[in-house]
């Protein structure tokens, strides 16, 4: 399947949300989904997609002597192998119900799964101002389990094949995190958190072809 998602992230996000990296609102998508229908109503799926896009460091990520080598390792990556860094892979099990007529078979359903939305950052550096040493730290968090309404349209081509339209939306259950930390002589000088269950919010549009067994 192949398809394109939709960050449902609002333009008017809090001016909080800058702590996190950014990504575009509209990716593409590739995958698969195999769907078992083990009774007369009922069946049950297991769908693999990555989402493919390039984010956007946050203003306020700090880039220590380990940061910036680890761009550079990244860019290098990116030269000669660039889908390595801008894949981010999703996967969900669940139950469908089955609504079935002549060649026309429609499977809404619900599930559960893991996504890849940002990457786990920690990064540090330190400077000296005004006489005082500082240390400036950095952590992300935006990946998390999330629930997953879904429709999914099939019809029938051949007795083993079929065209499909898959629509998908999902909710994470878990906040998402960014925070900044300033610390200066052993005491905390600034702290900044932001925290969402809206990062990873999305919903997932893509068409293809089927097998049917």
Not at 66 to 86: C, G, R
Request: no cysteine; aromatic share 14%.
């Amino acid at each position: 399947m192949a398809g394109a998602n939709f960050d449902l992230i609002s333009s008017g996000s809090p001016p909080g949300s800058k702590l996190f990296e950014s990504k575009p609102k509209v990716v593409p998508l590739a995958g698969f989904r195999f769907t078992y229908l083990f009774a007369e109503k009922f069946g049950g799926y297991a769908r693999f997609h990555a989402n493919f896009y390039t984010t956007t460091k946050s203003e306020y990520n700090p880039s220590g002597i380990a940061d910036i080598v680890m761009d550079i390792i990244k860019k290098l990556v990116d030269i000669n192998v660039p889908i390595i860094t801008k894949t981010h892979p999703v996967f969900d099990i669940g139950i469908i119900y089955r609504f079935e007529r002549n060649r026309w078979s429609i499977h809404p359903g619900m599930g559960i799964g893991y996504m890849t939305y940002l990457p786990d950052k920690e990064s540090s550096k330190s400077l000296k101002e005004d006489g005082v040493r500082y240390n400036v730290s950095y952590r992300q968090h935006a990946s998390s389990i999330f629930l997953n309404f879904g429709l999914s349209a099939r019809y029938r081509l051949f007795d083993t094949g079929a065209l499909f339209l898959d629509i998908n939306f999902q909710q994470p259950l878990q906040k998402s995190y960014a925070e900044l930390v300033v610390h200066g002589d052993q005491t905390v000088h600034e702290r900044k958190l932001y925290e969402t269950s809206t990062a990873g919010r999305n919903i997932n549009i893509s068409l293809g072809y089927g097998f049917l067994f």
